[in-house]
């Protein structure tokens, strides 16, 4: 169907801002939006949707542009592994 109308398709991945504020849900939104690149096999866009309410959840780790660029992940699994909230019982 897309090539009969010359249709160009791609793909708009939804992820809520609050995600940012946990690392923990940060990365596995990271890879639900890699694997649904991975199985669509399309262009895809991820974008943080409701950032006007981010200041409502507390303060981010890091600045916005490092959860835009997502360049290294070393850096919030040191946040993750330092903070008291996110460590999970052995």
């Not at 793909?11 to 946990?22: E, F, K, N």
């Not at 199985?39 to 780790?61: C, F, T």
């Not at 992940?73 to 993750?80: E, G, I, K, P, S």
């Amino acid at each position: 169907m897309a090539n009969k109308w010359d249709y160009r398709l791609s793909v708009v991945h939804l992820v809520d801002s609050h995600l940012c504020t946990d690392p923990s849900k940060y990365i596995a939104a990271l890879l639900l939006s890699l694997s649904t690149m991975l199985h669509l096999e399309m262009p895809h866009i991820n974008v943080l949707s409701k950032i006007d309410l981010l200041e409502q959840y507390g303060e981010l780790a890091f600045n916005l542009d490092f959860y835009t660029d997502v360049l290294d992940l070393n850096y919030l699994m040191q946040v993750r592994l330092t903070t008291p909230s996110a460590r999970t019982p052995c």
